[in-house]
């Protein structure tokens, strides 16, 4: 078998696929409120999806992140994954959800082979969610969060991502949560992209400083645990909550990229933090046959570059906003 590398011999095994660019909620640091979405026929379908995969996973993919915007949004989704953990090479189908429709979703996902849920929850306040989120569904993820803990997955892990004056505050409170609920948690350096009609800048928390905060009150210890993803791992003494942190301005952890994206409308992005793409969607409604499909995966990889870079002083140069990119 084929393994997809890139020009600095970086082997590609994970795609994280953005399902839809809709959400219920509009995350300040994520999307404006007056979001336009993409007219339904430009998002793949799941045949599409389905053929992009397979394409993927004869080329040694054998990880495929599912997100959005807000992936439990789009129609069917469990049966999206029950196919895709059916393709032959695929080990592992993880999510990232805002976590607002798991009451209704958390079981059918477990059914349909879904192996790992990343919850994002950035506040434990109701007032602070609607101000946030711009939406008043923080019991509504708390009921999420309840309702996953009650299937076997592979692992739960909440999200936060920390922003100075807006949340950091709470950084205590979520560990404290995350704890008492024997879930993992990851807390995320808020990235530059998209205008946000707030300066990053001035936001902006590095993962050392989150870390000092947490040190205050329990001990973490430097962990070899990995998931596959940029996050850095601790532990806690006696504990089984791990804390990560994923720090793409103050680690850049580029050199250990194993990932690529495929946006909602089908472009192939080399790297979140770059423009660089290939336009998959246009291929396949052209007609593409298997060969030609698999031929532009591995020439896109050339686009692949050796490492983001983002500079908060500088003007947004990423206009793309992550829902559409998918996180
Ligand atoms: N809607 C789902 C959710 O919120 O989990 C999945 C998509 S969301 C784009 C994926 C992750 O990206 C979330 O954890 C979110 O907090 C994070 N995210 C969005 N915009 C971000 C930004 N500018 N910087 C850092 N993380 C961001
Ligand atoms: Fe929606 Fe997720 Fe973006 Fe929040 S971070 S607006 S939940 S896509």
């Known amino acids: 078998m084929k393994q997809l590398t890139d020009p600095f011999g970086r082997k590609i095994e994970y795609l994280r696929i953005s399902v839809t660019d809709r959400c219920d909620l509009r995350c300040s640091y994520c999307m404006s409120e ?3 979405f993409l007219p339904r026929q430009d998002i793949l379908s799941f045949e599409e999806i389905l053929r992009v995969v397979n394409s993927f996973a004869k080329l040694g993919v054998t990880k495929i992140r599912i997100t959005g915007g807000e992936p439990l949004m789009r129609k069917k989704l469990p049966e999206l994954i029950a196919s895709i953990k059916a393709v032959e090479g695929i080990e592992e189908v993880l999510m990232t959800t805002n ?77 404290d949560f995350a704890v ?60 089984k909550t791990k804390i990560g942190f994923i720090s793409p301005h103050s680690n850049n952890f580029c050199s250990s990229c194993n990932r690529v994206r495929i946006t909602a409308v089908g472009r192939l992005l080399l790297c979140l933090g770059n423009e ?52």
């Open 34 to 36: 007056d979001v336009e």
């Open 99 to 175: 976590g607002t429709l798991l009451t209704q979703y958390a079981k059918p996902l477990f059914e349909a082979g879904l192996s790992r849920l990343n919850i994002s929850i950035d506040t434990l306040k109701a007032d602070r969610f609607q101000t946030l989120t711009r939406r008043d569904r923080l019991q509504a993820v708390l009921e999420g969060i309840a309702e996953a803990k009650k299937y076997a997955f592979d692992g739960i892990k909440l999200n936060a991502v920390v922003m100075k004056g807006m949340n950091d505050d709470e950084i205590i409170a979520l560990t």
């Open 180 to 239: 008492a609920n024997d879930i993992d948690i990851t807390f995320i350096e808020e990235m530059p992209l998209g205008e946000v009609g707030y300066d990053r800048s001035v936001t902006f928390l590095s993962s050392a400083e989150i870390r000092g905060v947490i040190q205050q009150k329990y001990n973490l210890q430097d962990s070899s645990y990995k998931t596959g993803g940029p996050a850095v791992y601790t532990s806690i003494k006696n504990n």
């Open 276 to 327: 660089n793409s290939q336009d998959l969607r246009t291929l396949m409604r052209d007609g593409c046959d298997d060969q030609q499909l698999t031929d532009h995966l591995i020439s896109a990889l050339r686009l692949k570059p050796e490492k983001h870079e983002f500079d908060l002083a500088e003007e947004v140069k990423i206009l793309r906003f992550m829902s559409h990119t998918g996180g």
